[in-house]
């Protein structure tokens, strides 16, 4: 028979070992109850791209994402010109440790990750699609920004 603390430590070990083998993307990725804001808005070759933060982490008391920061949000590639639609894919976004980029990692795909400058400029997205895509400012910059 177990004693007390060996009982302990199986029952940690269990819940360890569920949590872990738990997929990240349904751990990490905002619920369907979590309200987006747009942080970024591209326009391509009459194509638009945006993209998605929780209000949790545009209106974080620190004032938007900290330095060195990862946070989960979605990418919407508009083709809808193209009569192909608008969808919507899970991103990691990455503000730089000096805040001067937001780094947009569409992991879904293996495109490789876009870096874009926090006041805005010319960046490419997904080469089919994204070439020469010009970025307004990631709105997260500004501490005061929806405050």
Sequence with gaps: MMNRAGRTVTAACAAATALLSAPASAATLPDDRTWLIRMIACNGNGVLMEVYLPQSVVFAPHGGMAAGTTAEGYYTLDLTELNKGKGLEPVHVTMSADKKFVTVDQY????????????????????????????????????????
Excluded: E, M, S
């Design 108 to 147: 879904t795909r293996g495109l490789p990750p876009t870096r874009i400058p926090v006041g805005g400029g010319t960046v490419d997205f997904d080469h089919r699609f994204g070439l020469d895509a010009k970025c307004g400012p990631f709105q997260a910059q500004d501490p005061n920004y929806g405050k």
